[in-house]
């Protein structure tokens, strides 16, 4: 059982470069969320989702996409990378919080920027 | 606007003292407050959430909504206990989906 798996681990791109992470998990949840931690700041939500076909913007949204074309799949996007997005960016999935069920989170995709 | 605020960055406690890392909260609702943990090459996993009243790894953590607070303590800290530590917050107001994190502590318990 892997449970929530990123891809890829670490990756550098070049100012304006275009990328896609992708998140999976194999225990049917139906939620989803990214999020990005830098230094000092915690981790921010940028967007989740809650269902198959359904996505929402969180805490700092701008200049990323997102996808949920399958329950297990979730994606983010960036169109136009640009310094500030260098970051390590989690993954997480949650059942329906209902008694606030927990969120399992990923390995992380340390991501640079150049 | 809710907030979670761990006002300290790094903690060392020598093993077998007691340990306590703070977190303190600004939400007007009712808040449902959680503590993540983080080991060393490790995915952030889920140490405890105050609905449960549980002890984990002999990690209690008390809501004192008075004090707007969400401690969490252990009596005898172990090597193993070394880790990144992250309380978090949610409630309806935020979208009972969403969490909001403090920017964590990194306690370390030295032999």
């Known amino acids: 059982n892997a449970g929530v798996t990123q891809t890829p681990k670490f990756r550098v791109l070049k100012t304006g470069q275009s990328m896609t992470l992708l998140c999976a998990q194999d225990?049917?949840?139906?939620?989803m969320y990214w999020y990005r931690q830098d230094p000092g700041m915690g981790l921010r939500l940028i967007h989740y989702?809650?269902?198959?076909?359904?996505?929402a913007k969180g805490e700092v949204p701008d200049g990323y996409n997102v996808s949920r074309l399958k329950k297990q799949n979730f994606l983010l996007g960036l169109e136009s990378a640009a310094p500030s997005q260098t970051s390590v960016y989690f993954c997480?999935?949650?059942?329906?919080?209902?008694?606030?069920?927990?969120?399992?989170f990923g390995d992380g995709t340390r991501l640079s920027i150049l | 606007a809710q907030r979670v605020t761990q006002p300290e960055k790094l903690l060392s406690v020598f093993k077998g003292a007691p340990v306590e890392l703070k977190c303190n909260y600004s939400y007007s609702g009712s808040p449902e407050l959680f503590w993540y943990v983080q080991y060393s090459r490790q995915r952030l996993q889920l140490l405890l959430r105050?609905?449960s009243r549980e002890s984990i790894k002999g990690f209690t953590a008390d809501l004192n909504k008075g004090e707007t607070s969400f401690h969490l303590k252990k009596p005898f800290a172990q090597e193993e206990d070394s880790a990144m530590y992250y309380c978090?917050?949610?409630?309806?107001?935020?979208?009972?989906?969403?969490?909001?994190f403090g920017t964590g502590t990194r306690l370390t318990v030295i032999p």
């Open positions: 989702s809650v269902g198959e076909g359904t996505t």
């Open positions: 978090a917050l949610s409630g309806r107001k935020t979208g009972a989906n969403n969490l909001f």
């Open positions: 225990m049917n949840h139906e939620y």
């Open positions: 105050h609905i």
């Open positions: 997480a999935s949650s059942v329906r919080p209902v008694d606030n069920q927990p969120q399992h």
